[in-house]
C-alpha cells in the first residue's frame, strides 16, 4: 500500500501561483509513475500532469502546458506541482495519485483508472 497526503493549496488571485506538495509514505519503492489530476464542481475529474518516478519524464494536459511543472523529489519521496498564471478556470480540488503499473507512451498515465493511489485532496481557489 501507498499513502498518500497532498497540501499546499489556498485561495489566490488570477496571475498568482501556488505549489502542492504530496508526500508518499509506505510501498514507494513499487511507485512507477505519479499524477496530479483536478475536479471542479460538478465536473468530471481530469488529468493535469504525470511523471515517471524513475527519469523524471514528464507529460501535461494542454490546458495546463506552459504553466503548471511537475516535479519529484526521491529522496524525500515527494511529488510537487508548480502552478504559476493561475487562472479562474484552474478553481478545483487537486488530488494526487500513483500507479505502480508501467505503460508505453503517455495516454495510460491520462486514465484516471490507471492509478492505484489516491490522496484526500486539496482545494485550489483561483479568485478574479
Known amino acids: 500500500q501507498v499513502q498518500l497526503v497532498e497540501s499546499g493549496g489556498g485561495l489566490v488571485q488570477a496571475g498568482g501561483s501556488l505549489r502542492l506538495s504530496c508526500a508518499a509514505s509506505?510501498?514507494?519503492?513499487?511507485?512507477?509513475?505519479m499524477g496530479w489530476f483536478r475536479q471542479a464542481p460538478g465536473k468530471e475529474r481530469e488529468f493535469v500532469a504525470r511523471i515517471r518516478w524513475s527519469g523524471g519524464s514528464t507529460y501535461y494536459a494542454d490546458s495546463v502546458k506552459g504553466r503548471f511543472t511537475i516535479s519529484r523529489d526521491n529522496a524525500k519521496n515527494t511529488l510537487y506541482l508548480q502552478m504559476n498564471s493561475l487562472k479562474p478556470e484552474d478553481t478545483a480540488v487537486y488530488y494526487c495519485?500513483?500507479?505502480?503499473?508501467?505503460?508505453?507512451?503517455?495516454?495510460?498515465?491520462?486514465?484516471?483508472?490507471?492509478?492505484?493511489?489516491w490522496g484526500q485532496g486539496t482545494q485550489v481557489t483561483v479568485s478574479s
Open positions: 509506505g510501498r514507494t519503492f513499487s511507485i512507477n509513475a
Open positions: 495519485a500513483a500507479t505502480s503499473r508501467s505503460y508505453i507512451g503517455s495516454y495510460y498515465y491520462t486514465q484516471r483508472e490507471n492509478y492505484d493511489y
